[in-house]
Protein backbone atom coordinates (compact mmCIF):
# COMPACT_ATOMS: atom_id res chain seq x y z
CA UNK A 1 0.00 0.00 0.00
CA UNK A 2 1.37 3.12 -1.09
CA UNK A 3 1.53 6.15 1.75
CA UNK A 4 -0.77 8.86 -0.29
CA UNK A 5 -2.89 6.42 -2.03
CA UNK A 6 -6.31 7.75 -2.28
CA UNK A 7 -5.82 11.16 -0.97
CA UNK A 8 -5.96 14.50 -3.14
CA UNK A 9 -2.79 17.24 -2.42
CA UNK A 10 -2.92 20.80 -3.36
CA UNK A 11 0.97 22.08 -3.20
CA UNK A 12 1.52 25.34 -4.64
CA UNK A 13 4.09 26.72 -6.66
CA UNK A 14 5.33 22.87 -7.83
CA UNK A 15 6.52 24.14 -11.36
CA UNK A 16 9.81 23.70 -10.30
CA UNK A 17 11.95 23.27 -7.24
CA UNK A 18 11.09 21.86 -3.66
CA UNK A 19 7.49 21.86 -5.42
CA UNK A 20 7.93 19.74 -7.79
CA UNK A 21 10.35 17.64 -6.13
CA UNK A 22 7.14 16.94 -3.61
CA UNK A 23 4.92 16.41 -6.41
CA UNK A 24 7.22 13.94 -7.92
CA UNK A 25 7.47 12.07 -4.15
CA UNK A 26 3.56 12.54 -3.66
CA UNK A 27 2.77 10.87 -7.06
CA UNK A 28 4.89 8.01 -6.52
CA UNK A 29 2.82 7.26 -3.28
CA UNK A 30 -0.28 7.14 -5.15
CA UNK A 31 -1.51 10.70 -4.81
CA UNK A 32 -3.65 12.59 -6.59
CA UNK A 33 -1.91 16.23 -7.53
CA UNK A 34 -3.37 19.68 -8.11
CA UNK A 35 -0.49 21.80 -7.92
CA UNK A 36 -0.78 25.59 -8.98
CA UNK A 37 2.60 27.61 -10.47
CA UNK A 38 2.50 31.78 -11.00
CA UNK A 39 3.59 31.72 -14.92
CA UNK A 40 5.65 28.74 -16.03
CA UNK A 41 2.59 27.38 -18.50
CA UNK A 42 4.95 25.48 -20.83
CA UNK A 43 6.66 23.74 -17.82
CA UNK A 44 3.94 23.09 -16.05
CA UNK A 45 1.72 21.57 -18.80
CA UNK A 46 4.97 19.39 -19.39
CA UNK A 47 4.98 18.36 -15.75
CA UNK A 48 1.23 17.81 -16.17
CA UNK A 49 2.44 14.69 -18.50
CA UNK A 50 5.18 13.61 -16.42
CA UNK A 51 3.33 13.24 -13.34
CA UNK A 52 0.49 11.30 -15.28
CA UNK A 53 2.96 8.63 -16.85
CA UNK A 54 3.37 7.71 -13.28
CA UNK A 55 -0.07 6.65 -13.37
CA UNK A 56 -1.93 8.81 -11.17
CA UNK A 57 -4.42 12.14 -11.65
CA UNK A 58 -2.70 15.49 -11.99
CA UNK A 59 -3.49 18.81 -12.98
CA UNK A 60 -1.39 22.33 -13.08
CA UNK A 61 -3.29 25.57 -11.95
CA UNK A 62 -2.13 28.61 -12.86
CA UNK A 63 -3.22 30.79 -9.54
CA UNK A 64 -1.79 33.66 -8.19
CA UNK A 65 -1.48 31.96 -4.22
CA UNK A 66 -1.13 35.54 -3.03
CA UNK A 67 -5.02 36.59 -4.02
CA UNK A 68 -7.78 35.42 -1.77
CA UNK A 69 -10.30 35.55 -3.91
CA UNK A 70 -7.70 33.04 -6.28
CA UNK A 71 -7.48 30.90 -3.80
CA UNK A 72 -11.20 30.22 -3.19
CA UNK A 73 -11.66 29.74 -6.76
CA UNK A 74 -8.91 27.09 -6.71
CA UNK A 75 -9.71 25.01 -3.94
CA UNK A 76 -13.32 25.20 -5.30
CA UNK A 77 -11.97 23.81 -9.27
CA UNK A 78 -10.04 21.24 -7.55
CA UNK A 79 -13.21 19.50 -5.26
CA UNK A 80 -15.54 19.81 -8.54
CA UNK A 81 -12.56 17.89 -9.96
CA UNK A 82 -11.17 15.35 -7.82
CA UNK A 83 -13.90 15.28 -4.95
CA UNK A 84 -11.69 16.59 -1.68
CA UNK A 85 -8.76 18.15 -0.38
CA UNK A 86 -6.93 15.64 1.90
CA UNK A 87 -3.01 17.55 2.11
CA UNK A 88 -2.28 21.39 2.02
CA UNK A 89 1.19 22.03 0.98
CA UNK A 90 2.11 25.81 0.92
CA UNK A 91 5.07 26.05 -1.02
CA UNK A 92 4.59 29.19 -2.81
CA UNK A 93 7.91 31.50 -2.17
CA UNK A 94 9.92 34.54 -3.50
CA UNK A 95 12.74 36.24 -2.19
CA UNK A 96 13.26 40.16 -2.96
CA UNK A 97 16.84 40.68 -0.81
CA UNK A 98 18.54 43.39 0.27
CA UNK A 99 19.68 45.39 2.93
CA UNK A 100 16.66 47.05 4.92
CA UNK A 101 18.16 50.77 4.25
CA UNK A 102 17.91 49.64 0.35
CA UNK A 103 14.22 47.56 1.06
CA UNK A 104 11.78 49.36 -0.81
CA UNK A 105 7.86 49.31 0.46
CA UNK A 106 7.22 47.68 -2.56
CA UNK A 107 9.54 44.95 -2.02
CA UNK A 108 8.48 44.39 1.67
CA UNK A 109 4.82 44.14 0.67
CA UNK A 110 5.51 41.62 -2.35
CA UNK A 111 7.05 39.21 0.01
CA UNK A 112 4.74 39.30 2.65
CA UNK A 113 1.70 38.80 0.33
CA UNK A 114 3.15 35.76 -2.02
CA UNK A 115 4.96 34.27 1.10
CA UNK A 116 2.50 34.77 4.08
CA UNK A 117 -0.45 36.14 2.98
CA UNK A 118 -0.70 33.50 0.80
CA UNK A 119 -0.96 30.81 3.69
CA UNK A 120 -3.92 32.55 5.24
CA UNK A 121 -5.44 32.40 1.67
CA UNK A 122 -4.73 28.56 0.83
CA UNK A 123 -5.71 27.42 4.93
CA UNK A 124 -8.68 29.60 4.57
CA UNK A 125 -9.91 28.05 1.36
CA UNK A 126 -9.38 24.22 2.36
CA UNK A 127 -10.79 24.17 5.67
CA UNK A 128 -13.89 23.69 4.75
CA UNK A 129 -13.69 20.05 2.75
CA UNK A 130 -11.17 19.14 5.45
CA UNK A 131 -13.41 19.85 8.06
CA UNK A 132 -16.41 17.79 6.10
CA UNK A 133 -13.87 14.55 6.50
CA UNK A 134 -13.06 15.21 9.20
CA UNK A 135 -9.04 15.03 8.42
CA UNK A 136 -6.36 17.11 6.76
CA UNK A 137 -2.80 17.84 6.36
CA UNK A 138 -1.20 21.14 6.15
CA UNK A 139 2.51 21.48 5.73
CA UNK A 140 3.73 25.00 5.60
CA UNK A 141 7.07 25.46 3.81
CA UNK A 142 8.97 28.36 6.13
CA UNK A 143 12.96 28.88 6.08
CA UNK A 144 15.85 28.42 8.78
CA UNK A 145 15.73 32.11 8.15
CA UNK A 146 13.03 32.47 9.77
CA UNK A 147 13.99 30.94 13.02
CA UNK A 148 17.44 32.96 12.50
CA UNK A 149 17.02 35.84 10.78
CA UNK A 150 19.41 36.61 7.72
CA UNK A 151 21.22 40.03 7.21
CA UNK A 152 19.84 41.19 3.44
CA UNK A 153 16.32 38.92 4.34
CA UNK A 154 14.40 41.33 6.73
CA UNK A 155 11.15 40.97 4.58
CA UNK A 156 11.48 37.19 3.87
CA UNK A 157 12.46 36.16 7.30
CA UNK A 158 9.79 38.30 8.77
CA UNK A 159 7.37 36.77 6.01
CA UNK A 160 8.96 33.07 7.40
CA UNK A 161 8.40 34.31 10.91
CA UNK A 162 5.26 34.98 10.69
CA UNK A 163 4.50 31.19 8.64
CA UNK A 164 5.48 29.36 12.00
CA UNK A 165 3.35 31.51 14.31
CA UNK A 166 0.06 30.77 12.12
CA UNK A 167 1.07 27.02 11.97
CA UNK A 168 0.95 26.66 15.78
CA UNK A 169 -2.23 28.83 16.03
CA UNK A 170 -4.27 26.50 12.95
CA UNK A 171 -2.87 23.65 15.09
CA UNK A 172 -4.50 24.71 18.18
CA UNK A 173 -7.86 25.56 16.39
CA UNK A 174 -8.02 22.38 14.07
CA UNK A 175 -6.74 19.70 16.24
CA UNK A 176 -9.81 18.80 17.75
CA UNK A 177 -11.02 17.72 13.83
CA UNK A 178 -8.17 15.81 13.06
CA UNK A 179 -6.74 18.75 11.11
CA UNK A 180 -3.15 18.65 11.74
CA UNK A 181 -1.08 21.65 10.43
CA UNK A 182 3.12 21.50 10.58
CA UNK A 183 6.00 23.62 8.89
CA UNK A 184 8.91 22.42 7.17
CA UNK A 185 12.28 24.75 7.37
CA UNK A 186 14.17 24.18 4.89
CA UNK A 187 18.13 24.92 5.21
CA UNK A 188 20.28 25.79 1.99
CA UNK A 189 18.82 24.02 -0.77
CA UNK A 190 20.06 23.97 -4.05
CA UNK A 191 17.50 25.36 -6.99
CA UNK A 192 16.64 27.94 -9.35
CA UNK A 193 16.02 29.78 -6.41
CA UNK A 194 19.50 29.51 -5.16
CA UNK A 195 21.41 29.28 -8.37
CA UNK A 196 21.18 32.80 -8.53
CA UNK A 197 23.56 33.55 -5.26
CA UNK A 198 27.43 34.06 -5.84
CA UNK A 199 28.94 30.79 -6.32
CA UNK A 200 31.68 31.65 -3.70
CA UNK A 201 29.01 32.31 -0.89
CA UNK A 202 27.33 28.91 -2.51
CA UNK A 203 30.76 27.09 -1.79
CA UNK A 204 30.96 28.90 1.82
CA UNK A 205 27.42 27.68 2.91
CA UNK A 206 27.76 24.53 2.10
CA UNK A 207 31.04 23.87 3.96
CA UNK A 208 29.45 25.48 7.22
CA UNK A 209 27.28 22.80 6.57
CA UNK A 210 27.47 19.45 9.07
CA UNK A 211 26.70 17.49 6.34
CA UNK A 212 28.90 19.16 4.09
CA UNK A 213 26.19 19.54 1.25
CA UNK A 214 23.18 21.70 0.19
CA UNK A 215 20.09 20.08 0.07
CA UNK A 216 17.69 18.35 -2.64
CA UNK A 217 14.14 19.23 -2.97
CA UNK A 218 13.70 15.01 -2.38
CA UNK A 219 15.34 15.68 1.31
CA UNK A 220 12.50 18.06 1.45
CA UNK A 221 9.98 16.31 -0.34
CA UNK A 222 10.56 12.81 2.05
CA UNK A 223 9.94 15.12 4.87
CA UNK A 224 7.22 16.53 3.42
CA UNK A 225 5.77 13.19 2.36
CA UNK A 226 6.04 12.41 6.25
CA UNK A 227 3.95 15.03 7.50
CA UNK A 228 1.45 14.27 4.77
CA UNK A 229 0.48 10.90 5.53
CA UNK A 230 -0.62 8.88 8.31
CA UNK A 231 3.07 8.11 9.64
CA UNK A 232 2.44 11.62 11.42
CA UNK A 233 -0.73 10.78 12.91
CA UNK A 234 0.45 12.53 16.31
CA UNK A 235 2.72 15.54 15.04
CA UNK A 236 0.84 18.43 14.71
CA UNK A 237 2.34 22.51 15.51
CA UNK A 238 5.69 21.70 14.74
CA UNK A 239 8.40 23.17 12.38
CA UNK A 240 10.92 20.33 11.43
CA UNK A 241 14.34 21.89 10.45
CA UNK A 242 15.81 20.02 7.50
CA UNK A 243 18.77 21.72 7.00
CA UNK A 244 21.44 19.31 7.29
CA UNK A 245 22.80 20.09 10.66
CA UNK A 246 22.61 23.95 10.08
CA UNK A 247 20.48 25.06 13.10
CA UNK A 248 20.32 23.04 15.59
P1 LIG B 1 11.63 28.32 -6.76
O1 LIG B 1 12.50 27.32 -7.41
O2 LIG B 1 11.89 29.78 -7.01
O3 LIG B 1 10.09 28.01 -7.16
C1 LIG B 1 9.07 28.84 -6.69
C2 LIG B 1 7.72 28.27 -7.12
O4 LIG B 1 6.70 29.12 -6.60
C3 LIG B 1 7.53 28.23 -8.62
O5 LIG B 1 6.76 27.10 -8.96
C4 LIG B 1 6.73 29.52 -8.91
O6 LIG B 1 5.93 29.44 -10.09
C5 LIG B 1 5.85 29.55 -7.68
N1 LIG B 1 5.30 30.85 -7.36
C6 LIG B 1 5.96 32.03 -7.18
N2 LIG B 1 5.09 32.99 -6.87
C7 LIG B 1 3.84 32.43 -6.87
C8 LIG B 1 2.53 32.92 -6.65
N3 LIG B 1 2.30 34.19 -6.36
N4 LIG B 1 1.50 32.03 -6.72
C9 LIG B 1 1.71 30.73 -7.02
N5 LIG B 1 2.93 30.22 -7.23
C10 LIG B 1 3.98 31.06 -7.17
O7 LIG B 1 11.62 28.17 -5.16
P2 LIG B 1 12.18 26.96 -4.22
O8 LIG B 1 13.61 27.21 -3.97
O9 LIG B 1 11.73 25.67 -4.75
O10 LIG B 1 11.42 27.31 -2.85
C11 LIG B 1 10.14 26.76 -2.53
C12 LIG B 1 9.76 27.18 -1.12
O11 LIG B 1 10.76 26.76 -0.19
C13 LIG B 1 9.65 28.70 -0.93
O12 LIG B 1 8.59 29.01 -0.07
C14 LIG B 1 10.97 29.07 -0.31
O13 LIG B 1 10.87 30.25 0.45
C15 LIG B 1 11.22 27.85 0.56
N6 LIG B 1 12.64 27.66 0.91
C16 LIG B 1 13.57 27.46 -0.07
C17 LIG B 1 14.90 27.28 0.30
C18 LIG B 1 15.98 27.04 -0.71
O14 LIG B 1 17.14 26.97 -0.30
N7 LIG B 1 15.66 26.88 -1.98
C19 LIG B 1 15.26 27.34 1.65
C20 LIG B 1 14.29 27.56 2.61
C21 LIG B 1 12.97 27.71 2.22
P3 LIG B 1 6.52 29.93 -11.54
O15 LIG B 1 7.47 28.83 -12.01
O16 LIG B 1 5.34 30.04 -12.42
O17 LIG B 1 7.23 31.23 -11.29
Known sequence: MKLLEGKVAIITGASRGIGKGIAEVFADQGATIAFTYASSDE???????????????????????SDFNAAQTLVDEVVAEFGTVDILVNNAGITRDTLLMRMSEEQWDEVLRVNLK????????????????????????TSIVGVTGNAGQANYAASKAGMIGFTKSVAQELGSRNIRCNAIAPGFIETEMTEKLDPKVVEEWRNTIPLKRGGTPTDIANTTLYLASELSSYVTGQTLHVCGGMHM
Open 43 to 65: KARAFEAELAAKGVKAKGYKSDA
Open 118 to 141: SVFNLTKAVIKPMLKARSGSIINM
